[in-house]
């Protein structure tokens, strides 16, 4: 009973590096997200998407790209990290339909940009 | 942009009693508001929907409340117990009929419940 997957769970990158997170759900859902968790600003939306290979932008997609080939798998570019992408990276996903609105999320990425 | 507010970061009370979390917000009124519970280094975890035609929620010693008047929810544990120690999130979303239905977040309130 996975769940939600997210990969690789710590990373140290260099500034300038790139990388990418992997989510991976295994419960059939829609609707995918890319959050990331800083101290005193919430959980705020990067990306999301509504189905397989659909993207669209959330509240703070610069810098991050992302793609959906699969249904259940959500990947997390970083092109050229910087110290400010040093954050918490949490991925969800929710079924479809406007009466479900549940998130089920990973345990967390902590990405560190020195 | 919609602001959540949640009334502290952290609040303290003893086994037993009542604890009672504020989350405000501004502008539109949301399509429902969620509560989520988060513990450290783990991800967040759901515990309660309220649509914007409901007035309270319960489960078992949770109970949601949304005043979309004051634009404002309550999110009650009674009888509370060391292990509700946690942060508490609330998240609101706009139009549960249109679009990705994304979830906006608060900034969270730091539960610890003294023995």
């Known amino acids: 009973n996975a769940g939600v997957t997210q990969t690789p769970k710590f990373r140290v990158l260099k500034t300038g590096q790139s990388m990418t997170l992997l989510c991976a759900q295994d419960m059939n859902h829609e609707y995918m997200y890319w959050y990331r968790q800083d101290p005193g600003m919430g959980l705020r939306l990067i990306h999301y998407s509504v189905g397989e290979g659909t993207t669209a932008k959330g509240e703070v997609p610069d810098g991050y790209n992302v793609s959906r080939l699969k249904k259940q798998n959500f990947l997390l570019g970083l092109e050229s990290a910087a110290p400010s992408q040093t954050s918490v990276y949490f991925c969800a996903s929710r079924s479809g339909g406007p009466n479900t609105g549940e998130l089920f999320f990973g345990e967390g990425s902590r990405l560190t940009v020195l | 942009s919609q602001k959540i507010e949640q009334n502290s970061e952290a609040l303290n009370i003893q086994e037993g009693k009542t604890a009672t979390l504020t989350c405000n917000y501004t502008n539109y009124s949301p399509a429902y508001l969620q509560w989520y519970r988060q513990d450290p280094g783990r991800g967040p975890v759901f515990l309660l929907l309220?649509?914007?035609?409901?007035k309270e929620k319960r489960k078992e010693r949770l109970k949601v409340t949304f005043d979309t008047t004051l634009k404002q929810s309550l999110f009650h544990i009674t009888a509370s117990q060391p292990a509700d120690s946690a942060t508490y999130l609330c998240a609101l979303a706009r139009d549960y009929q249109t679009g990705a239905n994304n979830l906006f977040f608060g900034t969270g309130t730091r539960l610890t419940v003294i023995p």
């Open positions: 309220i649509r914007e035609n409901e």
